[in-house]
């Protein structure tokens, strides 16, 4: 019994990195399922990677902020450097990535050997949820920019940041398709 409690008074925070350019519902579908099994999530938007994002890193923050609010356990951050630094520095023992296809694999397991090299952080990897297993970011804005419904992709705040966002650029939202 003892082997199995001992730790147990740690407090168990994770992060879900990722660039969330936008966050999407495979996104929040691993946020969610972390946030059940751990004590607290961190999601974090890797700063140094959104160079040429359609969204900026504050508009991602206030994004994540939004669609996470009914999770109690879970805030959202941002972080620039190595991943494992930030892990280090906010006490956070492992990373959660979502896994969709074989294609993720590679780089995945890449990462997560490099990740334990350096810091000893682990990452724990969760198979996607079927229905979003083909979904990521940037092909989201790549249908919504050609005027493709992206409704069921994306919560409802971030559908309408992007048709916001896409009208601005006029790249082919539909406008006034009854979603605003
Ligand atoms: P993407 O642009 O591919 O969505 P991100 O860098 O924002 O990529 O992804 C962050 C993390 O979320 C990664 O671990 C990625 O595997 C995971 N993820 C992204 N989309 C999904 C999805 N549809 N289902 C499960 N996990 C996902």
């Not at 296809?101 to 050997?113: C, G, K, L, P, T």
């Not at 990740?115 to 790549?142: D, G, H, I, Q």
């Not at 409704?151 to 705040?157: D, G, R, T």
Request: aromatic share 8%.
């Amino acid at each position: 019994m003892k082997a199995v409690t001992e730790g147990r008074d740690r407090v168990r925070r994770v992060v879900c990195p990722g660039s969330f350019d936008p966050v999407t519902n495979g996104h929040l579908d691993i946020i969610g399922r972390a946030a059940r099994l751990h004590d607290e999530v961190v999601v974090v938007v890797g700063a140094n990677l959104a160079k040429q994002g359609l969204f900026t890193v504050d508009e991602r923050l206030a994004m994540l902020r939004e669609v996470t609010s009914e999770f109690p356990n879970v805030s959202v951050d941002k972080f620039t450097g190595l991943l494992v630094d930030f892990c280090r520095a906010h006490g956070v023992s492992a990373i959660v990535k979502g896994l969709r296809a074989v294609s993720d694999f590679e780089y995945e397991m890449e990462m997560a050997q490099m990740n334990y090299r350096l810091a000893e952080v682990e990452t724990l990897f969760m198979t996607a949820n079927p229905l979003y297993s083909f979904l990521r970011s940037s092909l989201v804005k790549e249908i919504a920019k050609y005027g493709g419904d992206v409704s069921s992709l994306v919560p409802a705040a971030v559908y309408e940041r992007l048709r916001v966002r896409l009208a601005a650029t006029r790249a082919g939202w539909p406008q006034g398709s009854g979603h605003s």
